[in-house]
């Protein structure tokens, strides 16, 4: 199965995928918010409609990439690059100005499914940051002469998703709890960010290093 890569590097992305699923971000606020205003069942299609959005960023940069190496693996080349400065910025953002998640539970109309699932899905979709971190993320674990690069990516791609959806639906179910507990305890935000800005920075200084030999 040439689209299964190796185990550390599948560990190596299951740990950051992890980290970054119990990150603060737009799509937990969305779902957290929809569940105190709308109830769980609401919140858990929002979770599937981010869930789809990430679907299409795992299929542009999929066949993207693929395109890109086999047009010029320098390209490629530059892009990893980017992306390992992209990922230090993440890290040095995150230790400046830390994780926020700011929820109001407004009383509003319980929308429909395919209303829930929307939202979640053009948040994430049309959310910049996250367009351009799967750019800069998925291409760190593979390798621009690696033949299968376009089943890997793909694999990566819905192995984040699968990690990603347990994580957002136990938040869902958390979110009264999760809430306040999170805004009232700020320490814990921030050694998430500390551990965030850590685990990139290794990433980003691992392809560099990759890249220099």
Same mark, same amino acid.
């Given at each position: ?20 699923? !119990? ?10 918010? /929809? ?60 230790? /400046? ?99 965030? !800005? ?16």
């Amino acid at each position: 199965m040439d689209f299964l890569p190796s185990l550390p590097t599948l560990l190596a992305f299951a740990a950051a995928t992890l980290l970054l699923a !119990a990150t603060p971000g737009p799509d937990m606020t969305l779902s957290i918010s /929809r569940s105190l205003a709308q109830g769980k069942k609401s919140a858990l299609f929002v979770v599937v409609g981010t869930s789809l959005g990430i679907v299409v960023h795992t299929m542009l940069v999929a066949f993207g990439i693929s395109a890109l190496i086999t047009a010029s693996p320098t390209a490629f080349l530059i892009l990893k690059t980017g992306g390992a400065a992209y990922l230090f910025w993440l890290a040095v953002q995150a230790i /400046r100005f830390g994780s926020k998640l700011i929820v109001a539970k407004a009383e509003t109309q319980k929308g429909t499914a395919l209303a829930n699932i929307s939202s979640g899905f053009w948040v994430n979709l049309l959310n910049p940051k996250v367009i351009i971190f799967f750019m800069t993320f998925l291409p760190q674990f593979v390798s621009a002469g690696d033949p299968a690069v376009t089943q890997k990516l793909l694999f990566l791609g819905f192995c984040f998703i699968l990690i990603g959806m347990p994580v957002n639906a136990a938040v869902v179910f958390a979110a009264d709890w999760l809430a306040s507990w999170l805004q009232n305890n700020k320490k814990v935000l921030r050694g998430m960010d500390y551990t965030f !800005a850590g685990v990139f920075s290794v990433f980003a200084a691992k392809i560099l290093l990759t890249q220099a030999r």
